[in-house]
Structures are given as C-alpha cells and as structure tokens.
C-alpha cells in the first residue's frame, strides 16, 4: 500500500511538473509573441 500511495505521488509530481513545464512554455511564447507585436506597431 505505502509503495502504491508513493507511485501515485510520483505520477502526480511529474504531471505537474510537465504542467508548469507547458505553462512556462506558453508564458515564454506570450511574452515573445507580445514583444514582437509591439515591436511591430512601433515599427
């Protein structure tokens, strides 16, 4: 039982460690997408 809890812990630290991962991603993406559309307004 306590071996499962812990795979289960596991599974759910690494999933949310890809999410903030993604989130991170698409927050960087943003940003850059954000940056050029300003670039490209001011141009």
Known sequence: ???KMSQ????ANSLAA?????????KHALDVANNT???VVLW
Do not use: H, L, P, Y
């Open 1 to 3: 039982m306590e071996s």
């Open 8 to 11: 289960q812990n596991t599974k």
């Open 18 to 26: 890809q999410q903030n991962a993604a989130r991170a991603i698409c």
């Open 37 to 39: 559309f300003e670039g």
